[in-house]
């Protein structure tokens, strides 16, 4: 599929940029399982992807390494099973060459908080490393150091799209329940990915559907992203890409998504309430770590697998399942986690109202659809900001942090899919930058739900467009 080659195509072109100007150091720590060293290892197997090196985020099971989703709680764990992505990509013929590191159970957008150490940036700024992003910071860096082909990471917020801006490669999140997330050790069920045969036939059916052109695109640019934090690189970048657009021909459209303000607190109330029961399952007792001696404290009341859980989360794990265990109680379901449905639900009536395309998911269609105004894709800056240094990173408040998803997680709350594409930071825009400093600005598509297609298109015609300006 010719929109699926050019994300590898970009991939592969930043691998080449970076591998002739730069060593791979292996302090990177964006590898925490060498398949390649693995017996038995084939490398002619048939099919598409022959002899391809795919490295898969370490919370994605393979039967043949371990999958510790960067937590000391799953320490030693080998699953029986390939996840359903991982048996597609041998049916196809590539190579499971290595597992890559994250922030632990996905919980983080810096990649820092992993039980196996923290991943570095290729990139550094002043002599010190840049986040890599989170939370599949190890797939981003692996890629952009020419370690694999392509890698898989999982996206709940924002977790492929910003570590694919702050390395300079491409990064697609799919629609939410088209891609299968059997084998996927879960984080937040309702925002990662969902088997496909959980869609009804009536909307699959709907997807085939979709009759639009990338020759000649409507493109929103939604008012609500013009923020002040936006930084002056970024907003000189993001201006220079909707010039070309228009310039080549495309139809630049303001659109208004009010609700984007509440966007990034809703899902930090949801996302660690689905959490906090995802991860009540970690034990200790069938598998994984357990703490030596015994366990149980009957004098204080605790239960059998406290002190496990205890020693086996880490900080930010901790953190998040103590955040969506209050916002689940009786006294604070109805102020927090009902509050931040309403507004999930909010949020994607924004985007329904600014597509041309009806979302599939709904019977009863409402918005700006065929004629009349409505846009194929949105165009937004993928993070407001060039990547912070990891000394930066270590300074902020874990809520200054979270601010790093504010543009990825509207479409993460919709399920929506998005691409992150990166662009070259030119002329007057890169006075102050060093040469080892990143030189790529992420610029992030949206779509109609069900129009994956459509933005890999856009996505092309991005990259044509400024390429031709």
């Not at 590898?8 to 930043?14: G, I, K, M, P, V």
């Not at 922030?103 to 840049?130: I, K, T, W």
């Not at 030596?292 to 204080?300: I, R």
């Not at 601010?403 to 899919?417: E, I, R």
Request: hydrophobic share 35%; aromatic share 6%.
């Amino acid at each position: 599929m010719l929109s699926a080659r050019f994300c590898w195509r970009n991939a592969s072109r930043s691998c080449q940029v970076y591998r002739n100007s730069h060593s791979i150091p292996q302090q990177l720590n964006s590898i925490v399982h060498d398949g390649r060293t693995e017996p038995g290892k084939s490398t002619d197997a048939p099919g598409s992807l022959s002899g391809k090196t795919v490295a898969v985020k370490d919370n994605i099971v393979t039967k043949d390494l371990p999958t510790t989703a960067a937590s000391r709680i799953l320490t030693g764990y080998v699953s029986s099973f390939d996840a359903t992505v991982v048996q597609l990509l041998r049916q196809h013929g590539a190579i499971i060459s290595a597992k890559t590191n994250l922030d632990e159970f996905g919980m983080g957008s810096h990649s820092q908080h992993s039980h196996a150490g923290a991943v570095l940036s290729p990139f550094s700024r002043g002599g010190v490393p840049l986040s890599p992003g989170g939370s599949s910071g190890g797939s981003a860096v692996a890629v952009a150091t020419g370690q694999c082909w392509a890698a898989l990471g999982t996206d709940t917020g924002g977790s492929v799209r910003l570590p694919a801006a702050y390395t300079g490669i491409v990064g697609f999140k799919p629609s939410y329940g088209l891609v299968s997330r059997r084998g996927v050790i879960q984080y937040a069920n309702s925002l990662d990915t969902q088997d496909p045969t959980s869609l009804s036939a009536t909307v699959r059916e709907r997807l085939g559907h979709k009759g639009a052109d990338a020759k000649r695109l409507r493109i929103g640019v939604p008012i609500e992203y013009n923020i002040d934090e936006l930084s002056p690189v970024v907003r000189a970048t993001y201006l220079r890409t909707l010039k070309a657009l228009q310039n080549a021909g495309h139809i630049l459209q303001p659109v208004s998504l009010p609700t984007t303000q509440q966007a990034l607190s809703a899902y930090y109330v949801l996302a660690p309430a689905e959490a906090s029961s995802n991860l009540a399952k970690y034990d200790g007792i069938r598998y994984g770590y357990r703490t030596p001696g015994s366990d149980a404290s009957p004098k204080n009341n605790s239960p059998l697998y406290a002190s496990t859980r205890g020693e086996g989360f880490g900080e930010e794990v901790q953190r998040r399942i103590l955040l969506g265990a209050y916002t689940l109680s009786s006294e604070a379901i109805d102020n927090y986690f009902i509050q931040a449905q309403k507004v999930r639900r909010l949020v994607q009536r924004d985007f329904d109202k600014v597509f041309a395309q009806p979302n599939p998911l709904l019977d009863r269609q409402t918005g700006a659809h065929g004629d009349d105004g409505g846009v194929e894709v949105l165009l937004t800056p993928t993070a407001p900001t060039l990547p912070p240094t990891i000394e930066e990173v270590k300074q902020q408040s874990p809520v200054e942090s979270y601010m790093n998803d504010v543009f990825t997680v509207p479409a993460s709350l919709a399920g929506l899919p998005a691409i992150s594409v990166p662009v070259r930071i030119n002329g007057k825009e890169a006075d102050g930058l060093e040469g080892t400093d990143v030189h790529d600005v992420g610029m992030q598509l949206v779509g109609q739900f069900g129009n994956d297609e459509l933005v890999l298109q856009a996505a092309e015609v991005v990259v044509q467009s400024l390429t031709s300006s």
